[in-house]
């Protein structure tokens, strides 16, 4: 599985931005789709995932500014950023798992997308 992430740069506060994530090769293996992010000196963290079912999971601190959503037909992932802050800098990584959680020894992983958000 390829994973093609695409739609990071720079923002100001209070902004949006959409980030794509596009898969391909054995997409039939795919259930979970999400993003995580790394901050510089800070762990990778999970930011929204999405179940091939349409379950969604949110981090708490993006809840209600961040909407991820699912085309399977497409085997396409997005991610719709509002009310962005200066916390959302960081280097956003579209994920993906065979299974309904994303894992992150066993997921597939895309190239991160630098999300800055500066004013």
């Known amino acids: 599985v390829q994973l093609q992430a695409s739609g990071g740069g720079l923002v100001q506060p209070g902004g949006s931005l959409r980030l794509s994530c596009a898969a391909s090769?054995?997409?039939?293996?795919?259930?979970?789709m999400g993003w995580y992010r790394q901050a510089p000196g800070k762990q990778r963290e999970l930011v929204a995932a999405i179940t091939s079912g349409g379950s969604t999971n949110y981090a708490d601190s993006v809840k209600g500014r961040f909407t991820i959503s699912r085309e399977n037909s497409k085997n396409t992932v997005t991610l719709q950023m509002n009310s962005l802050r200066p916390e959302d800098t960081a280097v956003y990584y579209c994920?993906?798992?065979?299974?309904?959680?994303?894992?992150?020894?066993?997921?597939?992983w895309g190239q991160g997308t630098l999300v800055t958000v500066s004013s």
């Open positions: 090769g054995r997409i039939f293996s795919i259930n979970a």
């Open positions: 994920a993906a798992d065979r299974f309904s959680t994303i894992v992150t020894s066993r997921a597939y």
